[in-house]
Nanobody
Framework: QVQLVESGGGLVQPGGSLRLSCAAS????????MGWYRRAPGKERELVAT???????IYADSVKGRFTISRDNARNTVSLQMNSLKPEDTAVYYC??????????WGQGTQVTVSS
């Protein structure tokens, strides 16, 4: 089994920055893709950014140019650098690991609040 542990959420003012990190442990050899999703109050969970083992990235249109995903395959971590944060970025952010057998694992979530 794979466990995902997130860190780095918190409260930030509009225009500020935060960095989220996610560490994977356990049977990580079959992870194909890691990424971040978020769920805002009253909304469905949505993709924020993902990165495959080969470095291919996908970003939500709403975060392009502001957020950057990165992976350290040697350390089995995935990070999300979030700049120019907006109030509409407020959500619980979840780390995700997607496996070659199409299974996936989720982290427990970390709250990001953008407010003045």
């Amino acid at each position: 089994q794979v466990q995902l542990v997130e860190s780095g959420g918190g409260l930030v003012q509009p225009g500020g920055s935060l960095r989220l990190s996610c560490a994977a442990s356990g049977s990580i050899f079959s992870i194909y893709r890691m990424g971040w999703y978020r769920r805002a109050p009253g909304k469905e969970r949505e993709l924020v950014a993902t990165m495959t083992n080969g470095g291919r990235t996908i970003y939500a249109d709403s975060v392009k140019g502001r957020f950057t995903i990165s992976r350290d395959n040697a350390r089995n971590t995935v990070s999300l650098q979030m700049n120019s944060l907006k109030p509409e970025d407020t959500a619980v952010y979840y780390c995700n690991a997607f496996f070659a057998n199409f299974e996936e694992v989720w982290g427990q979530g970390t709250q990001v609040t953008v407010s003045s």
